[in-house]
């Protein structure tokens, strides 16, 4: 079970942590402090901020959409208002070029990314990594390519019954399913 990814508010939040940061962030450490935005926001609440699919890497758990907007400013060939806001990786950083403000974001979600970043902002990507590594028990180490991590997974690890995720997933696919039918 998985959540649709959201790229504009994808946009919304990268720009919140990279204004927190003083405008640029190091590309891994923006990826570590995403991820962990949705891992806190399945735990709480059972439902990420971004959504879309997660992975077990040499360097700790990804969201993988958003590393694909880091990396080329588009999802699967479809153009998205990332590079609108924020610029191409330059090394290993990008920065903010504008505001897209957070009207895609609510209140608790905007709560969820201060927490985050007062929690782990003074960190830097190698002890960010280092700090998954060794608290997101959802992450399995490995030494080359990915290995998903379920919503599941980490509503597990966050000690959810197993009758709350079974009505969790039955909800989140008939969401699916509507969605499908409307689009």
């Known amino acids: 079970m998985n959540f649709p990814f959201n790229a504009r508010k994808a946009t919304q939040v990268a720009a919140l942590i990279i ?3 003083g405008g640029s962030i190091n590309i891994m450490k923006l990826v570590k402090l995403i991820y962990l935005l949705d891992r806190m926001s399945i735990s709480k609440r059972g439902i990420p901020v971004l959504g879309g699919d997660y992975f077990s890497m040499k360097n700790g758990p990804v969201s993988s959409e958003t590393l694909d907007l880091i ?18 990786r330059q090394a290993h950083t990008v920065g903010l070029l ?43 180490p490995i030494t080359q390519g990915r290995k998903e991590i379920s919503v599941q997974n980490i509503l597990d690890v966050a000690g959810w019954d197993q009758n709350e995720i079974g009505f969790l997933i039955r909800e989140a696919q008939v969401g699916a399913e509507l969605d499908a039918m409307l689009a």
């Open 19 to 21: 204004k927190k940061e």
């Open 98 to 140: 504008a505001d897209p403000g957070t009207d895609r974001l609510s209140d608790s979600e905007m709560e969820f990314v201060n927490t985050l970043y007062a929690e782990h902002g003074r960190r830097d990507q190698f002890q960010l990594r280092d700090w998954c590594h060794e608290n997101c028990a959802e992450w399995h």
């Open 71 to 88: 990396n080329s400013g588009e999802l699967y060939g479809q153009p998205t208002d990332w590079l609108d806001f924020i610029s191409s």
